[in-house]
């Protein structure tokens, strides 16, 4: 079965970088998407960016675009997510997840349940 195990997160300043992992394990079939969300307390997870498998297409919320990078090392099977200026209102908890249904789809990955994996997360804290 498909392990996801992010990793990166920790406790930044506003303004300050991170760069989570998502180590993908025990895949051994094709996949559609790998997606980047987060939580916050109170708050629905929230879609971040994603990443095509098949031409490494890549999106981002409009929260995001312009600061956050998403990409694959197709070698060691990680994604990355570098998050650059990160914002107070930022903080959560960052999942990765794995989309392996191949039916064609156009545009984001961006539902959730759209994602048939998940790794346990990664608490990004950022202070004002």
């Known amino acids: 079965q498909v392990q996801l195990v992010e990793s990166g997160g920790g406790s930044v300043q506003a303004g300050g970088s991170l760069r989570l992992s998502c180590d993908v394990r025990?895949?051994?079939?094709?996949?559609?998407?790998i997606g980047w969300f987060r939580e916050a307390p109170g708050k629905e997870r929230e879609w971040v960016s994603n990443?095509?498998?098949?031409?490494?297409?890549?999106y981002y919320a409009d929260s995001v675009k312009g600061r956050f990078t998403i990409s694959k090392d197709n070698a060691k099977n990680v994604v990355y997510l570098q998050m650059n200026s990160l914002k107070p209102e930022e903080a959560a908890v960052y999942y990765c997840?794995?989309?392996?249904?191949?039916?064609?789809?156009?545009?984001?990955?961006?539902?959730?349940?759209?994602?048939?994996?998940w790794g346990q997360g990664t608490r990004v804290t950022v202070s004002s």
């Open positions: 997840a794995i989309d392996i249904d191949l039916r064609p789809r156009i545009g984001d990955n961006d539902l959730w349940n759209e994602y048939d994996y």
């Open positions: 025990e895949l051994t079939r094709d996949w559609y998407a």
């Open positions: 990443i095509n498998s098949d031409d490494g297409s890549t």
